[in-house]
Each structure stands twice: as structure tokens, then as C-alpha cells.
């Protein structure tokens, strides 16, 4: 790790930043002022900080790794990162994917652009470059460091994990970036949109990427399943011996007091949850009628 209080700063942010902005999913929905809409976006652009400092500091710890292996170079000791370790590689590629989930994530939150994407295929293709990759495939980079320490036996396969990881990445581009194009086209998502009567001739050019795409994906996943799966039933190699704890360049000793409270912190964090939201429930509650015809609400 680069920097241990870095890390410490990032996710202390994420506890205070990353609940009072869901308004942001909301920008056209009615019931909510537009005031409260613009503080949800103001929180949620803010989020993107400690963003920022994770990043640096994931980016700065490969770094430190590669050039102790030899890199060297700008850029290219990113060659020499240990790419035939499948856990390690889908990690890296979920990272660089998820670059620009955060870059499609600042449109999102922005008050104007998100009217262009709102309710488009646009957000259909930023969540699988976020949960879909970033998270997934980070996922499944771990299991495969993970289910044979479990297991004690080793991966069944490297080169099939390998290969499923690249399969993941590759899928992912070619349907995330088509439905990214299909939303700046403005086709709606949460249709079936094989039966609409306004489908438009540049949609049916590209929504055959989409399946190309998706097909990969699936095969993918299946790869990862079917690995895991004879390596828990079929391999009978022992699993290799678990790398040693690195130690931080910047270590714990070089922060300060305050990032070890954690008091402060979840208090602000609370503040902020209830100044976000509080005024528009406790509005919402003292005026929706709950009268809906044949319902209870207790």
C-alpha cells in the first residue's frame, strides 16, 4: 500500500459522503424541491474526491510493486505487473473500467446533462461499468484468490481464469460503450424494446453489439462458475502459499489522531443523512394522503 492514512482518509470520507446525495436519482422526479435536488448534487460530486484519492493511491501502490519487479518508465512498468495472476488482473481491469464509470458518473450527476441521459440505455450501460465491473469482476478476481485458500486446493485452471477475466473485459466494452451510444440516441431503457412502434433505423445498427456483448459476458460468467466449481470438486493441488502482508510505505504511525475516531465521523455522518433528507420526508409524510383505493396502511 502506498499510503495507509491516504486510505484511511478516503474511506472516512465515503462514510460521511456516500448516503445524502440518492437525490441524484430523482433530478426529475416531482415531490422533492429543486433546492434539495441541488444539494444532493453538490454532495454527490463531492464523493468523487475521495474517488479521486483511492485511485491515486491503488494506482501508486501497483506502481511502488512493478518497479520493485523491474519497471520502469511512465508507463511502462505497468508491463511489468504480474498479468498471469488472474485474481491481480481482473482487479486491474475492473479498476480501469471503472475510470470511466466515474468519468459517465459526473454526467449523471450533473443538473443539466442528466436530462440528455435520464431514463436512456445511457444508465443501462454506466451501472455495469460500476456494479458490473467494478464490482463484479473485482469479485471474482478475489475468489479466485479466495476459494483455494478455503478449499486448500489450487485454482483448477489459471490459464481458463485468466482467459475468463479477458472474456469479461472485453464484453463489458463492447456492451457497455453500445448502450452508452444507444442512450446519447435516446433509446428509453426499462422497455421491451424489441416490440416498440418507434424504433429507430440508428438503434437497430447498433442493439446488435449489445447482444454480442452480453453473449461474451455470459460465457464468461460461466467460465468463472465451472472453474470454481471443478476446483472445488476435481483439483487436488495444494493451494500455493498465501503472499506475505505487505507493508504501507506510509504506514499507520504517519497519521493523525483524528483519523482513528471514530466518533466524530459517524456523527457528521449522521448530521448530513438527516439534513439531506430530513426536511423533504418529514414534508412528504405530513402531506401525502394515504388513501390509495383497496390499500391499507395498516
Known amino acids: 500500500l502506498f499510503s495507509d492514512p491516504l486510505a484511511r482518509t478516503s474511506f472516512l470520507l465515503f462514510l460521511i459522503l456516500s448516503t445524502p446525495l440518492g437525490f441524484h436519482h430523482q433530478y426529475t422526479d416531482p ?5 434539495w435536488k441541488l444539494v444532493h448534487a453538490f454532495l454527490t460530486f463531492a464523493v468523487f474526491f475521495p474517488s479521486l484519492l483511492t485511485f491515486f493511491n491503488v494506482v501508486a501502490s501497483l506502481e511502488s510493486g512493478a518497479r520493485a519487479r523491474g519497471g520502469r518508465g511512465w508507463f511502462a512498468w505497468f508491463a511489468k505487473l ?18 470511466f464509470g466515474g468519468i459517465g458518473g459526473l454526467i449523471n450527476a450533473s443538473y443539466n446533462l442528466n436530462l440528455v441521459v435520464h431514463n436512456t440505455a445511457w444508465i443501462v450501460g454506466h451501472l455495469h461499468l460500476t456494479v458490473g465491473t467494478a464490482a463484479t469482476l473485482t469479485f471474482m478476481g478475489v475468489s479466485y484468490w479466495l476459494v483455494p485458500h478455503l478449499t486448500g486446493h489450487a485454482l483448477w485452471s489459471r490459464r481458463l481464469a485468466l482467459w475468463q477475466v479477458w472474456l469479461w473485459f472485453g464484453g463489458m466494452i463492447v456492451f457497455s460503450n453500445t448502450l452508452h451510444r444507444l442512450g446519447l440516441l435516446g433509446m428509453p431503457r426499462r422497455t421491451m424494446i424489441g416490440a416498440v412502434p418507434y424504433m429507430q433505423p440508428e438503434w437497430k445498427a447498433l442493439l446488435p453489439l449489445v447482444g454480442v456483448g452480453g453473449a461474451v459476458l ?58 439531506a433528507y430530513g426536511p423533504t420526508l418529514l ?9 390509495a383505493p383497496g390499500f391499507r396502511v395498516w
Do not use: K
Request: glycine fraction near 6%.
Open 31 to 35: 415531490g422533492s424541491h429543486t433546492g
Open 218 to 275: 455470459f460465457l464468461s460468467s460461466m467460465l468463472f462458475f465451472l472453474n470454481l466449481l471443478l476446483t472445488w470438486a476435481v483439483s487436488r493441488s495444494p493451494a500455493g502459499v498465501p503472499p506475505e502482508f505487505a507493508e504501507a510505505l506510509s504506514g499507520p504511525e504517519h497519521a493523525p489522531a483524528i483519523l482513528d475516531r471514530w466518533r466524530p465521523w459517524i456523527v457528521t455522518a449522521f448530521v448530513l443523512i438527516a439534513v
Open 82 to 99: 504480474p498479468w498471469g495472476d488472474p485474481s491481480l488482473a481482473a482487479q486491474v481491469l475492473a479498476m480501469l473500467l471503472f475510470t
Open 283 to 291: 414534508r412528504l409524510a405530513l402531506t401525502t394522503p394515504f388513501n
